[in-house]
């Protein structure tokens, strides 16, 4: 926790939920050990806290724990992604192609423009944790998102944010709204 929103600074717990008790559960990140806790007997769900998260702490992330009765190590878990936001790089840009209302059927063209970092760049709704769309202009700063045959599902307000080149984990902040 928090699942979205990370910056610099911020504290973050992850938590490992077991199938069933361990001896002990470790956390690794990018295929390396980071940390490790003893379990009782009973424990299920281990947490692991990020405290003052730094750009090298931003990466995947998984658990594994291990049994001694038989003796072995579990599959590792699916692993999450910690995205961090990093405010030194400046929110991007958005405009839509519509005025004020927009009929039901009609499509809808967003662009996002990433104030020149390169990179990859996503188009966000408010209220869905996970990007709607995203795109890699290959050398250019704008992306243009297009929603096809809009219902009333699709209103809503909409923000971009982007991960600059050769940042998969570092994102911008979110860029001002259109609705």
Request: proline share 7%.
């Amino acid at each position: 926790h928090p699942s979205q929103g990370v910056s610099l600074g911020d504290t973050v717990t992850l938590r490992c939920h077991l199938p069933k008790p361990a001896a002990w559960v470790e956390l690794c990140q990018d295929g390396l050990l980071r940390s490790y806790k003893d379990m009782d007997k009973h424990q299920v769900m281990a947490e692991f806290s990020l405290v003052c998260v730094k750009l090298e702490d931003a990466m995947k992330y998984w658990c594994q724990y291990r049994v001694l009765e038989p003796p072995g190590v579990s599959e590792k878990s699916v692993p999450i992604e910690l995205v961090v936001t990093d405010h030194r790089y400046s929110p991007p840009n958005i405009s839509i192609s519509h005025e004020k209302t927009v009929e039901v059927g009609t499509n809808v063209t967003i662009q996002c423009c990433n104030q020149g970092y390169g990179g990859i760049i996503f188009l966000q709704k408010d209220g869905h944790s996970a990007p709607l769309q995203h795109q890699d202009p290959h050398g250019g700063g704008t992306a243009t998102f297009t929603l096809f045959g809009v219902t009333p599902a699709d209103s809503g307000t909409y923000r971009c944010s982007y991960h600059p080149k050769a940042s998969l984990f570092v994102s911008s902040p979110l860029g001002d709204s259109v609705t």
